[in-house]
C-alpha cells in the first residue's frame, strides 16, 4: 500500500496528537512526535515512546515555531507533517512551506491554496453567494466610504425590522481583524456614524488596513456544522452528516456537541428541520466542489429560530469535534469510522473509495468536552494537580485523553486545561441522553490546587446541558 514508505510528523500535542498516533498505527505508517518541556508527562509522549521508541520522540521550545518543526521533521525523516487543529492547521503561509520547500512535505490537511481561499472570510462570503448560499446579511467587501456604510447599515436595520426583530443590531468589524478585536455592536443608525469612525481608526491603527465591514447581528440561533471530506482530486466531496454546537461557554466556546443537528423524529420544531439539515449539506458540499476541496473541513453555520440558515465560516482543518460525527457514521454499514484515519489516508494521495451512497447513519452521539474551569465565574481555567482520573467503560462510549489515569498529573499553565473528550451513542435521542448523564453519573474525576481547594471541572455543566441538547 501506497502509505506504507510514509512517516508523518505528528505537529501538535494532547488529546488530537494521540489520535494521530493512532491512526498512523492503523495505517501501518511511520510516526514522529514532538513535545515541549511542560508536555512532559502528556499521554501523547507516553505513546510515542511505548509504540516507537525515543526515535519517534524530539523535545522542542514551542510548538508554535515552525523552523523547530521543519527541523525535527528532516533529522527524523518525515515524508508528511499533520498540524492537528490549532497552531498551523489553517496557516496557508506553513502549508505553502512546507509543500514548496527543498526538502518536500506532505501537508495533511487541504492545499495551502484552498487554505487561503476560504480562510478569508470576505472570499468565502462572496464564494458563497455566488452559489446560491445564504450568508449573513450584510457587506462582502470591506467599505472605506462613510456614505456607502451608512447605506448598508440602513438596509440591514431595514431588514431586521421586516423579519419582525424587536431590537434591530448591526455589527461593524474591522475587515482585517480576528479574534473577536476590532467589532462593535450598533443598535440605533443615529449612532452609526460615531462607532464606524471609532473602528476605522482603530482598524487603521491596528492592522494597517481601514475597511469596515457591515452585517447584521444575529441573536438566537443555533450553531450547526457540517463535515466534509474529499480526497485530492477535489472533485467528489462527500459529508459525514451534521452537528449541533450551540451549547458553548459564556466566551463562546464550545462545551458539547450532538450528531446529527438537529432531530425532528424525537423534538418538534417551528421550522422543517430535516430541510435545514438537507439544504445546508448541500450549499456545503456545492462550495466544496467549486474550490475543489481536497482534505477534511467544516461548514460553519447559524440557524435562526424561524429556520432561516446562514454559512458562518470554513474550517479548513480537522475539528475537536470530528469524533461525535464519526460515532453515528457508517462506510458500507461498518462502525468504526475514524475521521482522522481517512484524512491522513487521502491527505498521502489514496483515492477516497466510496461515495455518499456508502455512508449511512445510525443513532445519535453527544460529545462532552471535560474541562478544569469554573463555569459559575465566567468559565475560568483552573490550575492544579489531577489526583484521579477514572471512568467505567462502555462499548457505546470512547474517550480521548492525554491526562494519565495511573499516575497524578499537573495541568500546565501554558495550554488550555483541557482533559478528555467523552464521546456517547445511543440508538435514539432519549437513549443517548440517558447514557451521557450514566457517563457523567460515574465519571471518577479529584483533584486539588497548592491551596488545597478542590478541582473544578464542568462535569456539572455538562450534566445541566445534557437533558436539554438539540431543543431550540
Known sequence: M?????????????????????ACIKLGLDFVCVHTAEDAASGH????????????????????????????????????????????????RFARRVAQRENKLIFIG????????????????????S???????????PIYDEMEAEKV???????????????????????????????????????????????????????????????????DFNHLEVQVVSDRTGKNPVHFGTRNCSIQSTGLQKRLEIAPGFDPSALNYSFDAQKVLDDITEHSLAMARKVGYDNVGTWEWIVTRDGRPFLMEVNTRIQVENGVSAMISRIRGEKGVDLIKEQIRIGLGEPLGYTQKDITFEGVGIEYRLIAEDPDNKFTPWVGRIEQFGWTQEDWFSMHTHVPTDTPYDIPTEFDPNLALAIIWGKDL?????????????????????????LKSNVNFLRVKTPIILKF
Open 2 to 22: 501506497q502509505t506504507k514508505k510514509h512517516k508523518v510528523l505528528v505537529a501538535n500535542r494532547g488529546e488530537i496528537a494521540i489520535r494521530i498516533v493512532q
Open 45 to 92: 509522549v507516553r505513546i510515542a515512546r511505548e509504540n516507537g521508541g525515543e526515535k519517534s520522540l524530539y523535545r522542542i521550545a514551542s510548538y508554535q515555531d515552525a523552523n523547530e518543526l521543519l527541523a525535527v521533521a528532516d533529522d527524523s525523516g518525515a515524508t508528511a507533517i499533520h498540524p492537528g487543529y490549532g497552531f498551523f492547521a489553517e496557516d496557508y
Open 110 to 129: 487541504p492545499s495551502w491554496r484552498v487554505i487561503r481561499e476560504l480562510g478569508d472570510k470576505i472570499n468565502t462570503k462572496r464564494l458563497a453567494r
Open 131 to 141: 452559489l446560491g448560499v445564504p450568508t449573513v446579511p450584510g457587506s462582502d467587501k
Open 153 to 219: 447599515a440602513r438596509q440591514l436595520f431595514e431588514f431586521q425590522e421586516e423579519q419582525g426583530i424587536e431590537r434591530p443590531l448591526v455589527l461593524v468589524k474591522a475587515s482585517a481583524g480576528g479574534g473577536g478585536m476590532g467589532i462593535e455592536e450598533v443598535h440605533d443608525i443615529d449612532l452609526f456614524k460615531s462607532v464606524y469612525r471609532r473602528i476605522r481608526n482603530y482598524a487603521l491603527r491596528q492592522f494597517k488596513d481601514d475597511g469596515v465591514l457591515i452585517e447584521q447581528r444575529v441573536l
Open 430 to 454: 432519549a437513549h443517548v441522553k440517558e447514557r451521557g448523564l450514566e457517563f457523567l453519573d460515574k465519571l471518577k474525576l479529584e483533584g486539588a490546587n497548592k491551596a488545597g481547594e478542590a
